[in-house]
T-cell receptor, first 112, second 110 residues
Framework: DGGITQSPKYLFRKEGQNVTLSCEQN?????MYWYRQDPGQGLRLIYY???????QKGDIAEGYSVSREKKESFPLTVTSAQKNPTAFYLC???????????FGSGTRLTVV | GQQVMQIPQYQHVQEGEDFTTYCNSS?????IQWYKQRPGGHPVFLIQ?????EVKKQKRLTFQFGEAKKNSSLHITATQTTDVGTYFC??????????FGTGTKLQVIP
């Protein structure tokens, strides 16, 4: 079955450590996205990529970094510069003009 | 930048009552999408509207896109407990990048 796999589902890290969240898709989608969701809030765009080896900052890119070396993979690194990293992180992909995004099941990151 | 607001933020209804959520954009949209996120889950794509004044139905769900393409609504007839979740609209003003609304959390009381 085609889909998006995010791992791990839950992640705990100490403050000051960088952490990388995995996102893999086998849908042959060109575009991939990372969103952050805080409790009771909407989705805010961190980074997106429309093509391999190219990506753009979203609305809240500070403290995050990404890479897109393969079409299938779009990992997100939460760096120690991110002030409030504890959140639910969602990866999504889409084919060209859509319609619609396919989301992964998310990673809940807790920084203590 | 583009902003997409939804109202209400929360809605509690008795099972069998109707429910409507409204989505308003600060700019004209090329299309609007709707998603449902169950508690503890991830957003799932429901539908996309593209044309001005478009109305689409999915069983008990009716989606509308405003004439000016700046607003949209989702109406659920005779809610059921399976409708519980948060409903998001997402507007696109250009190629591929969409802005998600703030969401409406629906609680259905049996």
């Amino acid at each position: 079955d085609g889909g998006i796999t995010q791992s791990p589902k839950y992640l705990f890290r100490k403050e000051g450590q960088n952490v990388t969240l995995s996102c893999e898709q086998n849908l042959n989608h060109d575009a991939m996205y990372w969103y952050r969701q805080d409790p009771g809030q909407g989705l805010r765009l961190i980074y997106y990529s429309q093509i391999v080896n190219d990506f753009q900052k979203g609305d809240i890119a500070e403290g995050y970094s990404v890479s897109r070396e393969k079409k299938e993979s779009f990992p997100l690194t939460v760096t120690s510069a991110q002030k409030n990293p504890t959140a639910f992180y969602l990866c999504a992909s889409s084919m060209g003009q859509g319609p619609g995004y396919t989301f992964g099941s998310g990673t809940r990151l807790t920084v203590v | 930048g583009q902003q997409v607001m939804q109202i209400p933020q929360y809605q509690h209804v008795q099972e069998g009552e109707d429910f409507t959520t409204y989505c308003n954009s600060s700019t004209t949209l090329s299309n609007i999408q709707w998603y449902k996120q169950r508690p503890g889950g991830h957003p799932v794509f429901l539908i996309q509207l593209v044309k001005s004044g478009e109305v689409k139905k999915q069983k008990r769900l009716t989606f509308q896109f405003g004439e000016a393409k700046k607003n949209s609504s989702l109406h659920i007839t005779a809610t059921q407990t399976t409708d519980v979740g948060t409903y998001f609209c997402a507007g696109s003003g250009g190629y591929q990048k969409v802005t998600f609304g703030t969401g409406t959390k629906l609680q259905v009381i049996p």
